[in-house]
């Protein structure tokens, strides 16, 4: 069960993210879904993000965004589960730190497609710091890049 | 010394990403140097690539994408600069099958600035796989992140 | 179905990595299993191997070591797994140039246990470069390390 | 300057790692030089720690404990030096919370050498995470293997 303060501190952050980020707006990022139980991040195919013209693949840019973002609601949703009783002013205090320390990429795959979707799930839960896998998907399946991000939650 | 080859496929290269990659039009990357000892690319700050609109700061999927095509561009040189008998159209194979096998990122401070400069240099040079380290300074010298990359080159 | 030479060269990498390389007979590394699906690395706890005395935890070290046999294991069935026509010349030659080019680990929990396994899946599989994730788990199943692998298979 | 309390904790640091580590005493694992500015940790050659017979060269985990000893060591003679009025007690206790969280190696060159030599330097640093570049050279300065790496420091 997720809480009253917990569903709304959720929302915010996903109306930020999908509505007050300039460079999300730019790529047309789409916050499809996130609830305590984690994010769905979308990317449509538009000319603008290609990186190899020949072949019409996403630049790779494009694909470390996705998973950046991916990795950073993911753990944040991890805090928010991780205690019933937050107050909103902590967690909206917790956002302002939230942050990434590293990030791994693995490409798998050349990013051909018409939907990219971005999942993730924590490996590494902590209070200050927690750590995520995520990963990305064109709307056949095809499995394009893994990412591995440690990050700052408090 | 650079033979005229080497020279070519670098500015072949330099205009390929500078003016034809719509993704890096769509961020405004510039590449302000590009030969046989390395690349100096540049990002100027424009509030569509701001990541946090409350202490305007760089997109770290920006920085992701000056660091990636840092490395690349910087592995490519050194291919170029290996052999002094290149002919042009080996080197435009070897183009067609460059990319990022992993990259990670450390990001070390906050993207504040107006211009974001990105350089590189290889640390494992191979015929096939090759690996670059990364930079992301500011105006101001500020050094903001860190890379590390793995890119096939042949 | 594995072919007569598929099953020869996994057994004669199996004895090489289990009886005659001189770190892994000093940490007491064990192949458990090795077949044409992947590996399973074993190493029981031991004094020596210890890297915390106050809390009796595996050195990271001997974590950072077992997820890179993993991985080199892993990607190398999977090259003996690609084609049913390999001559066994063909594959001692490619073991010799096996080689990781470079690796992450993630620490997920202390190392406490009596018995850690080694496991490990591909996730990117070419002619000249694998990509490998490894997880290390102890004999009670927790989940101690992942790690992701690049590496010369050719 | 260093203060008396900062030279004691680095000392007792100092100590147990060279001489209370089992992990390290099994590898030789040498403390040469530890103060407020870094560290210098050597490994000897010894057949115990070859990897690959044919050519006596180290093993790929010798170097990633080594790297991951640096590093560790590295990041908390940052947090020593970042104040200078620490209680040894406060410093003693955030020796018990140090640990690694991730870690990249970057294989440059086959291990091959008499003296290993691992030095770091901290790239970012902060009250609870640290990040550090750790390097690997052999007794004739040939550059082995790079290392970043992701330490809890508080």
Redesign the interface.
């Known amino acids: 069960m997720t809480t009253a303060v917990q569903q709304k501190i959720l929302q915010q952050v996903a109306d930020i993210f999908d509505n007050?980020?300039?460079?999300?707006?730019?790529?047309g990022l789409d916050i499809k879904r996130y609830d305590i139980n984690g994010v769905e991040v979308v990317i449509n195919m538009k000319?603008?993000?290609?990186?190899?013209?020949?072949h019409n693949i996403l630049?790779?840019?494009?694909t470390?965004?996705?998973l950046?973002?991916v990795g950073g609601l993911t753990v944040f949703a991890g805090l928010v589960a991780s205690k019933d009783d937050w107050k909103i002013e902590e967690l909206q205090q917790r956002l302002?730190t939230l942050?990434?320390?590293?990030?791994?990429?693995?490409?798998?795959?050349p990013g051909r497609g018409e939907v990219f979707t971005g999942t993730g799930s924590v490996?590494?839960s902590g209070n200050?710091?927690s750590?995520c896998?995520m990963e990305l998907h064109n709307e056949q399946g095809t499995h394009i890049a893994?990412g591995?991000g440690?990050y700052?939650v408090g």
């Not at 007050?20 to 790529?27: G, R």
């Not at 942050?99 to 795959?109: E, P, S, V």
């Open positions: 007050h980020v300039p460079f999300h707006n730019l790529l000319p603008e993000l290609i990186g190899n013209i020949h630049h790779g840019g494009v470390a965004t996705l950046d973002v302002t942050g990434t320390i590293d990030m791994r990429i693995d490409y798998l795959r490996i590494r200050r710091v750590v896998r893994f591995t440690t700052m």
